[in-house]
């Protein structure tokens, strides 16, 4: 996951044209008068060689009421709670105000790294308010302008070592995903460790009962819940044992469609949630028995498959479900409709609140886990292969005859397969999905990612295009024979 530093501070100190200035566009209104940003904005930091995630904040306030000023105040510090690291931006021709300070002691007490910036400090004006900086007690000020882009390389230099250190962090804990193999190569041990366990993302509209299910696998309140819709914000990463199996699990917040997102908490918060599918091996799509499958549902559960992730559909809340049976025969035809890029997926039933059904839940993880990592021996992909093409031949679009020679498995995590044929780009995508269903159904694959990639062979003569050799060329070359 990106680095992420919010910009923090008194209103009208600067925060949003050093947001313009890291993010290269005029994305954040920017006047003289104080209180023009209300809502987080986040953006794509470019800072020399580091990229990075940014976050332009509101103006703190003193105020703590139900008040706009108060709101905005809780607001930015949500962003303080889900950055990286905070710059604390102070305006240098003031100097130190009261205010600043009672800010300076909230940000150190967070815990996370925190940078002071004393901007506007273009001139001699400033040097008292730097000096005053000082006196916060967070370290060394950055003397900047962000307006006319001074100081830029001294927060180079300050966040540097934390950009590095983050993407080193994500690196380690970012999963393998298309891992090549060779046809005579065994696929490595993917058991899970203690050092590297099995990543799981649990993903889902709000209310769906995401936190309160990570409760009850970890067999504590670790997570904040409740009835109130969206209680989560950031993707909480947890490590733990489960029933003898290292895991790593992903809270995310609820995924809602686009346009009812209206907060930019809620926007971060989302983003979040996308990020986290990355990170994860195996992606839990948790529905409320309720109201399953609605369009947004739909759209996640889609965005873990495109992600190549291994995916599971777990149905919560069946404690409260009258017509179990009929419920559930309906769920998988609908399954079966809405989703057929995820064929064969489990659909496991749960109930969050009372802990029923998470055995299942586990076995069917491990399970979509060991599919991901399949490998098929070559020789019995071109036996099946042969089969599927005397069975059903692929199509000859204009008169052009397609032939499928050979197949093998390219990658894992999820499988990848290459088939070598005449007229790649000829072949339609209903024959790609034939190969691909038939995989699913053949070799025990269901629900997880399949990729499927026609390679062209030439039919051609080889010696078409050539020219012939001359009678001359002929003669030269039977004189010689002779001689």
Not at 92 to 111: C, N, Q, S, Y
Not at 297 to 319: F, M, Q, S, T, Y
Request: hydrophobic residues 40%.
């Amino acid at each position: 996951m990106s680095f992420t530093l919010a910009i923090v501070g008194r209103p009208n100190v600067g925060k949003s044209t050093l947001f313009n200035r890291l993010v290269g566009k005029r994305l954040a209104l920017v006047d003289d008068q104080p209180g023009v940003t209300r809502d987080l904005r986040e953006g794509e930091a470019k800072l020399a060689d580091l990229r990075f995630t940014v976050i332009d904040t509101a103006g703190l306030e003193v105020a703590t009421d139900e008040s706009l000023e108060g709101r905005m105040r809780r607001l930015t510090e949500r962003a303080v709670d889900m950055a990286d690291a905070c710059l604390f931006v102070i305006d240098a021709r003031m100097g130190v105000t009261p205010a600043d300070e009672i800010f300076a002691d909230i940000l150190r007490r967070k815990g996370h790294p925190v940078f002071v910036a004393a901007n506007k400090s273009e001139g001699n004006a400033a040097d008292a308010g730097v000096m005053e900086a000082y006196g916060l007690g967070l370290g060394e000020p950055i003397r900047m302008s962000a307006e006319h882009g001074e100081g830029m390389m001294d927060l180079y230099s300050a966040i540097m070592p934390l950009v590095d250190e983050h993407k080193e962090q994500a690196e380690a804990n970012a999963p393998l995903t298309d891992v090549t193999v060779d046809e005579d190569s065994d696929v490595p041990d993917h058991a899970p460790t203690v050092n590297r366990p099995l990543q799981i993302a649990v993903v889902g509209r709000p209310n769906a009962g995401k936190s309160t299910l990570i409760n009850k696998i970890l067999g504590e309140e670790r997570l904040l819940t409740g009835p109130e819709a969206g209680i989560t914000r950031d993707a909480i990463s947890l490590a733990l044992d489960w029933t003898g199996t290292p895991v790593r699990i992903f809270d995310t917040a609820g995924m809602r469609k686009k346009a009812k997102v209206q907060e930019k908490l809620e926007k971060l918060s989302v983003s979040d949630g996308l990020r986290a599918v990355k990170f994860a091996e195996v992606v839990v799509v948790l529905l409320d028995a309720a109201i399953p499958f609605e369009q947004q549902d739909l759209r996640i559960a889609d965005l873990a498959e495109r992600e190549g992730r291994a995916v599971v559909i777990a149905v919560n809340k069946w404690d409260i479900e009258d017509d179990k049976q009929d419920k559930l025969k309906e769920l998988k035809e609908e399954f079966t409709r809405l989703l057929p890029q995820l064929r064969g997926a489990p659909l496991v039933t749960v109930s969050a609140k009372t802990g029923r059904g998470l055995e299942r839940l586990r076995e069917a993880i491990l399970k979509a886990h060991d599919v991901w990592n399949r490998r098929i021996p070559t020789a019995a992909l071109n036996r099946w292969l042969e089969g599927m093409v005397q069975a059903h031949p692929p199509p000859a679009p204009q008169g052009k005859r397609i032939k499928l020679r050979y197949m093998t498995q390219a990658k894992t995590r999820p499988p990848g397969f290459v088939v070598m044929c005449s007229h790649a780009d000829k072949i339609p995508t209903a024959y790609s999905r034939y190969l691909v269903n038939g995989l699913r159904e053949d070799f025990d694959m269901p629900g997880t990612p399949i990729r499927m990639y026609m390679r062209g062979q030439s039919d051609a003569n080889p010696f078409k295009g050539r020219k012939k050799a001359g009678p001359s060329k002929l003669r030269k070359h039977t004189q010689g024979r002779r001689d």
